[in-house]
Structure formats: structure tokens, C-alpha cells
């Protein structure tokens, strides 16, 4: 495949430190490389700046770029988009990490919605960090490999469905059952 895995994803945070610290003492990551420029190296506008990693277990990372001097070219979140719709998600190991993690960081004051259900595909917890992008630490839940399969190969019928219909109230065409994510056997 061309793609190996994930390198990293970015985006914009208010302050760089209080990044650093969010991401090191509620996450543990490691902050593995900070670079600043004063001008974009891709396309050499003068923007200030520093651009900070933060690298995950398998070598992935989430990284940040503080710029305060760039309006951005729209003012604020795309409005058409629900606030619960981008986020970042890091995968940990079991519900036992999860539910750990999710105790962790309220004690650390931080709000937490979940442990949510994802098509008993994956369980995931959600929070956001100081600059308001949401957060996501998600474990897989299903490790049958027929059911595993059974996902890909129902995809394209998902998706047709969907094309047809634009809401889920024929979803017993594909799942054979109204309630739920749930499959009939
Ligand atoms: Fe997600």
C-alpha cells in the first residue's frame, strides 16, 4: 500500500505551552520536535510561528501550529460544521485503559462524555483540549476476524443505502433489523 500508516495530522492551537502541557501530562505523549519559522515553508506567507509534535506509542503523531499574527483565511470553525464532528482520535489498549484514562482526566478536571458504543466496532470516550479541538481515545472492541470481515463487506450496501435514502429508517435492507447497529444473524 502507499500509505503506511499515519505520520501526523495538524492543527491550530491558542498557545503553545499550554499545549505542550496538555498533551504531556493528560495524554503522556512524548513533545518530540518543535520548529519555528517566521515564514510558511510551503508557501513562504510571513505568518510567525512554531509547529510542535507530540508522537504517539507507535511512532504517529498530532501536531500544532501556534501562529498569532494569521487571521486564517475564514474567521473561526467552518459554522456548517457540527462542533462534535472534527476531532482527533488515539487508539489505547483496552476498556480497562479506558475507563482508567477517562477517571484519570476527570480528576484532572477535564469533562468527559463516554464510554460511547461504535457499532460494537470500537468504544470511545471524548473530551476537548485548551484550544478547543475534541478529542477522542478509542479502543476496538470487536476482534473476530468474520465479523471484522463482515464490515468491509458490508460498506458498499451502507453507503448505497444511504444514497438512497439519506436517513436510517430502511436500515433493515442492509442490517436486517430496525434496532440499532444491531446485525440479525
Ligand atoms: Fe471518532
Not at 498533551?23 to 518543535?34: D, E, I, K, S
Not at 463487506?153 to 436517513?167: G, N
Request: glycine content about 6%; overall charge negative.
Amino acid at each position: 500500500m502507499l500509505c503506511k500508516k499515519l505520520h501526523h495530522a495538524a492543527f491550530r492551537c491558542r498557545d503553545a505551552r499550554e499545549t505542550v502541557e496538555f498533551y504531556t501530562n493528560m495524554l503522556g505523549l512524548r513533545f518530540t520536535h518543535a520548529m519555528g519559522e517566521d515564514h510558511v515553508p510551503s508557501t513562504g506567507k510571513y505568518s510567525p510561528h512554531v509547529h510542535i509534535f507530540f508522537e504517539m506509542e507507535d511512532g504517529s503523531h498530532i501536531a500544532f501550529f501556534e501562529c498569532p499574527l494569521d487571521e486564517g483565511e475564514v474567521s473561526g470553525r467552518d459554522p456548517k460544521t457540527p462542533g462534535w464532528i472534527q476531532h482527533f482520535a488515539f487508539e489505547v489498549a483496552d476498556m480497562e485503559i479506558l475507563l482508567q484514562a477517562k477517571a484519570d482526566l476527570e480528576a484532572k478536571g477535564l469533562k468527559v462524555i463516554g464510554p460511547t458504543n461504535h457499532d460494537d466496532f470500537i468504544e470511545s470516550i471524548y473530551f476537548f483540549d485548551p484550544s478547543g479541538h475534541r478529542l477522542e481515545l478509542t479502543v476496538r472492541t470487536c476482534h473476530d476476524p468474520k465479523r471484522l470481515q463482515s464490515f468491509v463487506d458490508e460498506a458498499p450496501e451502507v453507503l448505497a443505502l444511504w444514497d438512497q435514502t439519506h436517513d436510517w429508517s430502511q436500515r433493515e435492507k442492509v442490517f436486517g433489523t430496525q434496532s440499532g447497529y444491531t446485525r440479525s444473524e
